[in-house]
């Protein structure tokens, strides 16, 4: 019977730690035998094999290392370690790196970190059970990420805390996949959650960490680009690739899925029948996300860019990776080394970005603030304006003998006078006691009534005697129209009795067009006015138009009387960047909205060179450290030595 050995026997002879060796077995790098529940024992003719591709002379013999050993028969295995080391010190033991578990580490940690810099993405979680969330997941993910590396770093990577720090981590990514799907990020919810399904089923069938790094890979190839491209077009991060990529016309998602998932199918069988190929292609995909990358950090999507950057960056090192194995501490120390310059310069880049939109942030605070003023004083003086017009023609002798007399010519000149000189008026009216209309102008849009006894512009002017400004109503004429109405009472001899009324409807059409001239369309702002009830008066979409805002509108706050900025939601539940006031006596409150991610859509030129920067500089440092560092290492062949 051939002559077996100890797992720890294996380790001491060939330098490395126990749980590298039991990790090649795993991996089927070494050719073992199953002896008991997790031992194994490994033959002569295996040893020899290794011991055959080292060249350093100082490595004991095996007739030294078969005297200690016990023997078993040992059972044939067809898959061999492809990959040996070039130099090995006795007694040294050095524990593998996996590469998965480091590519999970720093990109949570990076992922984690870029949460906290303004994203498209969460413009539709702006308020609820979301905002509260976000928190949360990001310190999973940062404390798992550290967790995770600072117990493979310090060789605890067979220990209960590295196990719970990984299975947290998996967990996260299936718990923001779903917090994605929630907010309608489906090709998120698939872009996040593959890392948790490659994550948990990797581990639970072994899988090696370059063997899970791809299998990543062609999920995204596979499944959540094909998926998110068929069955997603109308996704945020979708749209604008079909729209670009639209060679094919309605066909584009389907050729483009296809194109993806075939790409897929051959880097796994490349990968499957360990061709060279194999390589270049993973070189392509991080070349290729690494574009995705540019376009997601342009459109102000930064937790998806930095991810995928940092994704397309293992595919470009996997190469680099698999060429190495590593036989000394120093090695391991290489590797730490170059991660951690990466995941410095990513956080580096993170805080750049970070002080880049809080620059802009304030900087927009303080021009949105700047036309809000404006144009409060603008609308202060149309609304004094119109009301000291009304209130002079109300006692004006000429208008109360008209009225005392119901002399209608004498109404209309004085009245065609009036409307022709105040551009923001839609319409003058001359109620008569008890409300009927004796006379409107202009002529057009024909009212179909003929008393206005039923409105509050008549009753509260002709009760308190003095002038009313009404809320937002609905007209009764043949096209009904929404207006406000400025109402003076006409007082007889001695002020005693109201002998008629004179009404001017405001053109809030009109007046919402100039309001809008402080504000820039190309930048998403515009302007709403609301009444002392919380009506809307003015807004851009008409349909809102006489609708009550939300009660967690910072509008709000000027009806109170305060003025200042906040952070609250537009229309289409995008989180925007908001300046609020009162309009003066009248007790209404003025805003304007510019969503945030105009706020930082100027920042996009520079974020496309932080991007260049930071891809060329891991590069380099990637390229530097495979030269320098692992330089003394030869290949025999590409294997997933992690």
């Avoid at 009301?387 to 002079?392: K, L, R, S, T």
């Avoid at 109170?560 to 007790?587: Q, W």
């Amino acid at each position: 019977m051939a002559a077996t050995y100890t797992v720890k026997q294996v380790a001491d002879i060939l330098g490395y730690s126990t749980n590298s060796i039991y990790t090649f077995l795993k991996e089927k790098r070494i050719r073992g035998v199953r002896v008991g529940r997790g031992r194994f024992r490994v033959p002569q003719e295996e040893l020899d094999r290794l011991l055959t591709t080292v060249k350093s002379s100082n490595v004991p013999s095996a007739g030294m290392a078969a005297a200690a050993a016990n023997t078993i028969p040992a059972a044939p295995v067809a898959h061999t370690w492809d990959v040996v080391p070039g130099e090995v010190t006795p007694g040294r033991r050095v524990e593998v790196p996996n590469y998965f578990e480091w590519y999970l580490g720093i990109a949570s940690i990076i992922l984690g970190a870029s949460l906290s810099v303004f994203s498209k993405t969460f413009e539709d979680a702006a308020t609820g059970w979301i905002t509260a969330m976000k928190p949360t997941i990001q310190t999973a993910f940062i404390a798992g990420g550290i967790g995770l590396l600072l117990t493979d770093i310090r060789g605890m990577g067979r220990t209960y805390w590295h196990k719970i720090f990984y299975g947290v981590l998996v967990g996260t990514y299936l718990v923001y996949a779903a917090f994605l799907y929630e907010i309608q990020d489906g090709d998120g919810a698939l872009f996040y959650g593959g890392v948790g399904l490659v994550g948990g089923v990797g581990w639970m069938f072994g899988v090696g960490g370059v063997g899970r790094v791809t299998l990543y890979v062609l999920w995204i190839m596979a499944i959540a680009g094909p998926v998110s491209f068929v069955y997603l077009p109308e996704d945020i991060h979708i749209a604008p690739w079909l729209t670009n990529l639209s060679l094919f016309g309605p066909l584009s998602s389907i050729v483009i899925a296809v194109f993806s998932a075939g790409s897929a199918v051959i880097a796994g069988l490349l990968y499957l029948r360990r061709k060279r190929a194999y390589t270049l292609m993973m070189v392509s995909i991080g070349l290729a996300l690494s574009l995705f990358a540019f376009w997601f950090a342009a459109a102000n999507y930064w937790s998806r860019s930095l991810f995928t950057l940092c994704t397309g960056f293992f595919c470009l090192f996997t190469p680099v990776w698999l060429g190495h194995v590593f036989t000394h501490q120093e090695d391991r120390r290489a590797v730490f080394g170059l991660f951690s310059a990466v995941t410095l310069l990513y956080l580096i880049s993170i805080a750049v970005v970070t002080v880049f939109q809080l620059n802009m942030y304030e900087y927009a605070t303080g021009e949105i603030r700047r036309k809000l003023d404006y144009a409060r004083i603008v609308i202060e003086q149309i609304l004094e304006q119109n009301q000291a017009g009304i209130e002079g023609m109300a006692v004006n002798p000429a208008i109360v003998r008209a009225f005392v007399k119901k002399d209608i010519d004498a109404l209309a000149g004085v009245g065609r006078g009036f409307f022709d000189a105040n551009t923001s008026l839609r319409r003058v009216l001359f109620i008569a006691p008890g409300g009927d209309i004796l006379l409107y102008y202009p002529l057009t849009n024909t009212p179909t009534i003929t008393n206005t006894v039923f409105r509050d512009y008549y009753t509260i002017p002709f009760t308190t005697k003095k002038t009313y400004v009404s809320d937002v109503f609905v007209t009764r004429t043949e096209s009904p129209v929404k207006t406000v109405a400025i109402s003076a009472p006409v007082l007889g001899a001695g002020g005693s009795a109201v002998v008629g009324l004179v009404v001017g409807s405001l053109d809030l059409d009109r007046l919402g067009r100039r309001l809008q001239e402080f504000t820039s369309d190309a930048l998403g702002e515009y302007v709403t006015l609301v009444d002392k009830n919380g009506i809307r008066m003015i807004h851009p979409d008409p349909a809102l138009v006489g609708t009550s805002i939300a009660a967690d509108d910072a509008v709000r706050l000027a009806l109170v009387g305060r003025t200042g900025t906040a952070e609250s939601v537009t229309g289409t539940r995008d989180r925007a960047l908001t300046a609020y006031g009162p309009v003066g006596k009248f007790g209404w409150g003025l805003e304007i909205k510019m969503p945030l991610g105009m706020v930082y859509a100027t920042t996009n030129a520079a974020s496309v060179v932080i991007v260049t920067i930071l891809s060329l500089t891991v590069f380099c440092i990637g390229l530097f450290m495979a030269t320098r560092q692992f330089g003394r290492v030869h290949v025999v062949g590409r294997t997933d030595t992690s």
